[in-house]
């Protein structure tokens, strides 16, 4: 390619290859490079692979927020989740994303480190990009978000909560069922004295009043809560059976607000020499792969997260796309998967 050809010469002030360079290049008509581009079936294969091989030459990508701007579709959808260390999410994540990538969608992902305040400033961000759609993990309570959610018109879908009235579409399940079954599962299995090692979530908090509540019913004494706060990890669920030892000593059953808690609860359990489950039932929630390979393999409650987000992916895409959608609210199972540690 000689200098007179080479596109970079004749680069608008912004330093962009530009589709008009491309045809240029390709010695064909804008137009024709733009349909190239759009619609390959109406071009003819030998202008079509001179258009190709003049993008691969510039390393031309299409501006996709402009295309959007004239078709009305931008081909993005958005997710909020609270976190993707370690997390219950990913398999959720993973099926979205590989559900919309193979329909030719892409997927934007933005963290929100369950705090409602950053949660609300990436919606604001999210919004103003006008996505195709948008997922988002638990469902969005009265406030500004929520007003702004409807107002967009964009379609939306709540997901890994319950509620009667979403603000589109939801794919998730009951965390007061959760928290009912699980206490439910330990009176079945003989315990006395139940505690709760629980992280600061909203979620996480209703699961914790209903097994509560389901332990009281049983006739059993209060459940004995250690809050961890906002963190998370294996050192906090170490620390977390510390204090439980210390202010429940007779605690003999023990129900984590995720797998990771579980896991340092478990961890510490084994440095202390305290024997599970004979002296010590341990229960997580999410069961994140790994824990069904340690010693002891950990009891936690399974929820397909696969299902949620191909169904999720599904549902943005068919309002994206004018089809209906129906039934918009759907309830997903969850399950008890008892392992070594109870």
Not at 204 to 212: G, I, V
Not at 244 to 267: I, K, M, N, Q, R
């Amino acid at each position: 390619m000689t200098e007179k050809d080479n596109p970079r010469r004749s680069r608008r002030s912004s330093g962009a290859i530009t589709l008009r360079d491309v045809a240029k290049l390709a010695g064909v008509a804008p137009i024709t490079a733009s349909r190239v581009m759009n619609t390959p079936d109406q071009v003819s294969p030998e202008v079509r692979q001179r258009v190709l091989d003049a993008v691969q030459r510039t390393g031309y990508v299409p501006n996709r927020m402009a295309g959007g701007l004239a078709s009305a579709r931008s081909r993005l959808i958005a997710a909020v989740v609270p976190s993707t260390v370690m997390s219950v999410f990913m398999e959720t994540i993973e099926a979205l994303n590989s559900t919309l990538f193979d329909a030719g969608y892409q997927l934007m992902l933005g963290q929100s480190g369950y705090s409602a305040d950053r949660e609300e400033l990436l919606l604001e961000a999210i919004i103003g990009r006008r996505p195709d759609g948008i997922f988002l993990t638990g469902i969005m309570g009265a406030g500004k978000g929520r007003t702004r959610l409807v107002a967009s018109g964009i379609p939306v879908v709540e997901t890994w909560d319950l509620t009667p009235t979403p603000i589109d579409m939801l794919v998730g399940f009951s965390h007061l069922d959760i928290g009912r079954a699980v206490a439910q599962f330990f009176v079945a299995k003989g315990r006395k004295r139940l505690a709760l090692v629980t992280a600061e979530d909203e979620r996480a908090a209703r699961r914790a009043a209903a097994f509560a509540e389901a332990a009281e019913q049983a006739g059993l004494p209060p459940v004995h809560v250690v809050n961890v706060g906002a963190q998370r990890s294996l050192r906090s669920g170490r620390d977390a059976l510390a204090r439980l030892v210390h202010e429940c000593p007779e605690a003999d059953a023990v129900f984590c607000s995720s797998d990771l808690l579980a896991v340092g609860v478990a961890t510490e359990a084994r440095a202390r020499q305290i024997a599970v489950p004979g002296r010590l039932a341990i229960m997580g929630f999410g069961d994140v792969p790994f824990v069904a390979d340690m010693l002891p393999a950990l009891s936690t409650v399974q929820i397909n997260g696969a299902h949620i987000g191909r169904l999720a992916a599904q549902y943005l895409m068919d309002r994206a796309e004018g089809r209906e959608v129906d039934p918009a609210v759907v309830q997903v199972d969850f399950s008890i998967v008892e392992r070594d540690t109870t």
